[in-house]
């Protein structure tokens, strides 16, 4: 039995509590959310589900207003705000970055090394530090359907880069985005960017299969799909593409 008086029993419980207070302070995940220059609705949807497990810094532009910050804190109280000229004292090592609304400008840049912007240049510290990077498929930018294929061909090779990389691009929490297969991600962030299309497991496709889709419907098909020549022609004839699959 131990020996101790009230005052070292004090003492003693006081430093294990500090202990496991400094313990869950080290912790905590070091989490930066990046924010383009104009506010989007689905910066809110993210902070919401943000907890206070990670320790979260919001990179915001030099101009917002209060009312953009009063936002943000509305949205995740706990979250610290740092500016952007601010955050050059930021340390990206051992952190995580996200990065929740992404214009197709930012993907092309960040996939081609092209460093001219705030948000590109944070993701090459990023890389440059070996820090991770999380692109949430929610915030990324859709085509409208009328591009030319070759158009959206080449704005899907960014995000094969972007993977190629190591950045994890997909919902949050992005722990477990890990256990997906590369393929997985690859048709989800094509999927994500395409809302008109549909995706068949279908390795034949013939002229009777076309019946259960509409005009003008693009079709995610694997690589080895084999489509019939009388369904290529009318398929043709209403507009509809086969999509070959990222993988």
């Known amino acids: 039995m131990l020996d101790i008086n009230g005052t070292e029993f004090r003492e003693m419980v006081l430093r294990v509590i500090r202990q496991v207070m400094e313990e869950e302070k080290q912790a905590k995940r070091r989490l930066y959310v990046v924010f383009e220059n104009s506010f989007d609705v689905r910066y809110d949807s993210f902070l919401h589900i ?32 740092v500016s952007r000229t601010a955050s050059a004292n930021l340390h990206a090592e051992g952190s995580l970055t996200v990065y929740p609304v992404t214009s197709r400008s930012f993907i092309a840049k960040a996939a081609l090394c092209i460093s ?46 972007l993977l190629q990389y190591d950045v994890s691009i997909g919902a949050w929490p992005c722990a477990s985005f890990p256990t997906v297969s590369d393929s997985r991600k690859k048709n989800a962030i094509q999927t994500a960017c395409r809302p008109d299309m549909i995706e068949t497991k279908n390795r034949l496709i013939t002229a009777s299969d076309l019946d259960a889709y509409r005009d003008g419907q693009s079709i995610a098909v694997a690589s080895d799909t084999i489509v019939t020549a009388y369904a290529q022609e009318l398929a043709a004839k209403r507009k509809i593409q086969f999509i070959k699959n990222l993988t």
């Open 50 to 81: 943000l907890t206070d497990r990670d320790e979260v810094t919001a990179v915001i532009p030099d101009e917002w207003s209060t009312v953009q910050i009063s936002r943000i804190q509305a949205d995740c109280p706990f979250c610290k705000i």
């Open 116 to 161: 001219d912007t705030f948000e590109t240049r944070w993701f090459t510290k990023c890389m440059e530090a070996g820090a991770s990077v999380h692109i949430l498929l929610s915030g990324l930018q859709r085509f409208t359907g009328k591009e030319p294929e070759a158009y959206v061909q080449r704005v899907l090779s960014y995000y094969r880069m």
